[in-house]
């Protein structure tokens, strides 16, 4: 008999309860009278015992009544928070979200994107998983993170990518270098240098766009000494083990014994691109990419 019960059951019998008066309980509802207590009494039936206790001078809850009263309130009040709940995560303002992104990507407008996402959703249980493009990609594919930012990440099946961010690429030599007082200098001049770079499995695309700077110019990048992080990449260069091209970005980091110059005589840039699965749907991915392309028109109105 319980599955009978319909919230209008319980919504009723609370009026009547508070207000120990059927017409004022009518008119509380927008009911006729008849209706409403037409209505209490299945109610009462269903539970089985009466729930008021009916004179012609009053209306009072009876030892059931009183128990139940409780009880529908608090069923009441947990059907509106679950219904606030459910269309909070239909905006996308509820749940978790697992963001992957590459370490360079710290030295551009992300951070500021990720904080004004937790302002804005503060509700949402956010995760950041750092490591290279390839592992972010592969990640996605997997399903072990929801959206990702990787440097020119590329076109992989399955996947949506949209460029958020794009700047030049920058020679990086030793402070002592002959060249590191340079304005601009061409990639030409670095054919005989040794360099240090990432590794290809970081990111096959990022890694060819870099060779194709030297390779504009006839040839490949003599590569002596790989590393994991630009951080390290710069402390080597610094070192003096080799030169380097880079984002332009990892000038934040660079300490005093390296150089950034500007590369002259190419348009290849560096992308930093928001991706995720093309199957993806939920309204919380959604709500954060809307916000990276939105942080983005304000830099490029800005």
Do not use: N
């Not at 209306?59 to 606030?84: H, N, W």
């Amino acid at each position: 008999m319980d599955s009978e019960i319909e919230l209008r059951h319980l919504r009723y019998f609370v009026a009547v309860a508070e207000e120990l008066h059927f017409g004022r309980a009518a008119s509380r509802l927008h009911l006729a009278q008849p209706p409403l207590s037409q209505q209490i009494r299945k109610l009462e039936e269903i539970v089985g015992y009466p729930l008021f206790l009916r004179t012609t001078r009053a209306v009072k809850l009876t030892a059931a009544g009183e128990i139940f009263l409780e009880r529908a309130r608090r069923t009441l009040r947990s059907v509106i928070e679950d219904l606030a709940e459910a269309r909070s995560v239909g905006r996308g303002e509820l749940g978790a979200l697992r963001v992957g992104f590459i370490s360079s990507g710290m030295l551009t407008p992300l951070p500021s994107m990720l904080g004004e996402y937790r302002r804005k959703h503060p509700r949402v249980d956010l995760q950041l998983r750092e490591g290279f493009s390839s592992e972010m990609t592969q990640a996605l594919l997997d399903s072990l993170i929801d959206v990702a930012f990787l440097r020119d990440g590329g076109e992989v099946e399955g996947l949506e990518a949209e460029t958020l961010s794009s700047e030049p690429f920058v020679a990086v030599l030793p402070a002592h270098h002959a060249l590191a007082k340079s304005r601009t200098l061409s990639a030409a001049v670095l054919r005989d240098e040794p360099f240090v770079l990432f590794s290809p499995r970081a990111g096959r695309l990022a890694y060819e766009k870099t060779a194709s700077l030297c390779e504009a110019h006839g040839f490949r990048p003599r590569v002596v000494q790989e590393a994991p992080q630009w951080f390290t990449v710069l402390r080597l260069v610094g070192a003096g083990l080799g030169v380097s091209i880079a984002p332009a970005c990892i000038e934040r980091i660079a300490a005093p014994d390296c150089v950034c110059i500007e590369l002259s005589g190419t348009s290849v840039r560096s992308d930093v691109d928001l991706v995720w699965r093309k199957d993806e749907e939920r309204a919380i991915v959604k709500a954060f990419c809307d916000l990276g392309r939105e942080m983005l028109a304000q830099r490029h109105r800005g």
